[in-house]
């Protein structure tokens, strides 16, 4: 398996344009989470999904922030318009039946800069 | 609510001396707890795992934890440092009596630099 897969690995945007992230999960997991990681905050869990419902979107930032995920093997995270203060890692990470124990697979991450 | 305290930010270390990276968590009942490691500019990676059982729990790349319920303590160890152990360490905790969510505890990291 090729683990989660997230892309763009970095990003470079001006204040005030959309930006995209996208996660393919690893084929089987039933849920997928977006983690954003700064300096400052450390990691944050933006929203989680399972079966592709979102169930927790709390840590959620702002409604400059939004995820989809249409089907079982693709999520987007989408901000818009972006600042500068959005700029960190974003994570996403998919596991299976972690009611029962699994833990979690993380992607390598998407480096955004929002100048 | 469940939480998870690493109380060092940094830990230093000299190659071929023993590690201890620290964790306690709080939770209302019994808690899966997990290990994750990230090395520079890569996602986190699973280490090991507690969930039930023995409690030494032995992971990847010679690392090892023990769960201590009365301490509420999930430290994670190694006999002997390399250089290539320096990396940020997360522990993690989910409380497996909420049903509400899926989502775990993530602890705020411990640097770990092993000095050659």
């Known amino acids: 398996d090729a683990g989660v897969i997230q892309s763009p690995r970095h990003e470079v945007t001006e204040m005030g344009q959309e930006v995209t992230l996208r996660c393919k999960p690893i084929s089987g997991h039933n849920s997928l989470f977006w983690y954003r990681q700064t300096m400052m905050r450390g990691l944050e869990l933006l929203i989680y999904f399972n079966n592709n419902v979102p169930i927790d979107d709390s840590g959620m930032p702002e409604d400059r922030f939004s995820a989809k995920m249409p089907n079982a093997s693709f999520s987007t995270l989408k901000i818009q318009p972006s600042e500068p203060r959005d700029s960190a890692v974003y994570f996403c990470a998919s596991s299976l039946d972690v009611g029962r124990g699994g833990g979690y697979t993380f992607g390598s991450g998407t480096r955004l800069t929002v100048v | 609510a469940q939480s998870v305290a690493q109380p060092e930010d940094q830990v230093n270390v000299a190659e071929g001396n023993p590690l201890t990276v620290k964790c306690t968590y709080s939770?209302?009942?019994?808690?899966?707890l997990f290990w994750y490691v990230q090395y520079p500019n890569r996602g986190l990676q699973f280490l090991l795992k507690?969930?039930?059982?023995?409690?030494l729990v032995k992971g990847s790349y010679g690392f090892e934890a023990e769960f201590n319920k009365s301490q509420t303590s999930f430290h994670l160890k190694k006999p002997s440092a390399l250089v290539s152990d320096s990396a940020l360490y997360f522990c993690?905790?989910?409380?497996?009596?909420?049903?509400?969510?899926?989502?775990?505890?993530f602890g705020p990291g411990t640097r770990l630099s092993v000095l050659p």
């Open positions: 993690a905790v989910r409380d497996i009596r909420r049903n509400y969510g899926q989502n775990f505890v």
């Open positions: 939770v209302s009942g019994n808690p899966y």
């Open positions: 507690y969930i039930t059982g023995d409690n």
